[in-house]
């Protein structure tokens, strides 16, 4: 079995060594590791260059989506059989990989006729508590199976999951192909495995499998409480998951988010926010406006 680990990474070095620092104590190892430098500015470029043993891509910075693209692509015409993505804030335990093969080999004995899409891992923040940020999408049913169908496992059938530790099969991409790089960031991940779930393909969670996610907080993305820092993000945010809304609801649904958006959401910042209203008003109109018109490329 061929797996290669996909690390993306901007000007975050010390996290990043800590990452690959990770990767490289699996019991299961790795094939290989592909590092995607999307346009680090500080020392990262010096410090990748000097460890044997990566696979080291350099890109322009094109945002979360861009540098998994770029990753899976890589790995995927390498002949991975399962890529292994991560962002560079992702540490993994020695066991985490090898606790997600043993998960994927023993749903593939349990119920071969459902091929598998992805697995992801349990998130955890520093205190040791569920990462909110990562917290995956669980369905009652998925291809025509109870979500809980692989529970004696240790295993819960997922729609949607984030890439902070996602294995995700040669098969998921042959079907579905990658990310959609425009997005840049946010909504990426749950685009993505959502389209690999709707192919048919299962996602599955295996909380036994953990890496611990090391943000400065455990947040999950709330504009009502986001720092001026993070505007930009939420314009991402906004834009994409109306996008997604579009494709998977239909036009009429879409339309309608785009009115919440303009009419309803500003009178909620108004209400919750403290501070920065009318930066944040700005920025949410501007999503809104922008998704009228976003059409990213077919990601096949």
Not at 86 to 110: N, Y
Not at 261 to 281: A, M, Y
Request: with cysteine; hydrophobic share 45%.
């Amino acid at each position: 079995m061929n797996i290669i680990a996909v690390i993306v990474t901007h000007n975050r070095l010390s996290l990043l060594q800590e990452a690959v620092a990770a990767l490289r104590q699996q019991e299961f190892a790795p094939q290989q590791i592909i590092v995607v430098d999307n346009g680090s500015t500080d020392a990262t470029a010096s410090w990748l260059a000097s460890q044997p043993g990566l696979h080291v891509i350099t890109q322009d910075n094109q945002g979360a989506s861009g540098g998994f693209y770029t990753g899976l692509q890589a790995a995927y015409r390498q002949q991975a059989d399962w890529i292994w993505v991560m962002d560079d804030d992702t540490i993994a335990r020695p066991d985490t990989l090898s606790l997600l093969v043993r998960s994927l080999r023993a749903m593939e004995q349990e119920h071969p006729a459902h091929p598998l899409g992805f697995l992801v891992s349990k998130a955890v923040f520093t205190d040791g508590h569920p990462h909110w940020m990562n917290l995956p999408e669980v369905s009652r049913v998925q291809g025509a199976m109870p979500f809980n169908r692989f529970d004696q496992q240790g295993i819960v059938l997922a729609r949607s999951a984030s890439f902070v530790s996602l294995l995700v099969s040669k098969k998921a991409i042959e079907r579905c192909g990658y990310p959609i790089r425009e997005f840049f960031i946010w909504a990426d991940d749950i685009e993505y495995t959502t389209r690999i779930t709707r192919s048919g393909l299962l996602g599955a969670y295996v909380p036994s499998s953990v890496v611990l996610h090391k943000t400065a907080t455990n947040y999950s993305a709330d504009i009502y409480h986001a720092q001026p820092k993070e505007a930009q993000k939420h314009f991402y945010g906004i834009r994409n998951t109306l996008y997604c809304r579009r494709i998977w609801k239909g036009e009429f649904a879409f339309w309608m988010a785009v009115l919440k958006q303009i009419v309803v959401i500003p009178f909620r910042i108004l209400g919750k926010r403290k501070d920065h209203q009318w930066l944040f008003i700005r920025i949410n109109w501007k999503a809104a406006f922008s998704a009228m018109v976003f059409l990213p490329a077919k990601p096949l």
